[in-house]
């Protein structure tokens, strides 16, 4: 076997993500955040609120918790974001949130940064629906509003 195709590659992403929307890493209530931050897509119904602290330097997300619900491409969403931004510096999480903010208006055109995205890219099937988008990218907003509140106050 030499490889992967296309379609074996979109089941693994698939299996992926209903794997994070069932077991949700990071939810529940972070203790000492420095921010919270809540967004809501009324389109679908997605709802979330997500906290961060920060390191002691300012520098570096220390712990991400969220409260939310929604459809499993918001909670899967959410859930691999915490993987990829907990313990990160604030430069590389927003540098991943605009990545993925990149990857999901492609529509599913070019190769999203495996490397900086890591389990994220299984989200690029998600840019060939636009009512779906939102749903992914509801939590990485989230993200950016609350790194820049707890930025700000640090």
């Known amino acids: 076997m030499s490889g992967l195709s296309g379609s ?3 089941g693994l992403y698939q299996q992926l993500i209903l794997e994070h929307s069932k077991a949700r890493h990071g939810e ?8 919270s931050h ?12 997500l906290q961060v602290r920060l390191a002691d330097d300012g520098e570096r997300i220390e712990a991400v918790a969220w ?3 929604g459809c499993s491409i918001s909670m899967a969403s959410t859930s ?16 991943r949130a605009e990545a993925f903010r990149t990857m999901l208006r492609s529509k599913g055109a070019g190769e999203p940064d495996e490397e900086l ?9 998600v ?7 939102k749903c992914a990218m509801l939590p990485w907003v989230a993200l950016e509003a609350a790194v820049k509140q707890a930025a700000a106050a640090h």
């Open 8 to 10: 074996g590659l979109e």
């Open 28 to 35: 529940g209530v972070l203790d000492h955040a420095d921010a």
């Open 38 to 49: 809540h967004e809501l897509n009324p389109s679908c119904g997605d709802e979330l609120t």
């Open 67 to 69: 409260q939310g619900d």
């Open 80 to 95: 691999v974001l915490v993987d990829l931004v907990a313990g990160a510096s604030i430069e590389e999480s927003l540098a």
């Open 117 to 125: 995205l890591g389990d994220a890219v299984a989200f690029h099937g």
């Open 127 to 133: 840019s060939k629906y636009v009512m779906r988008v």
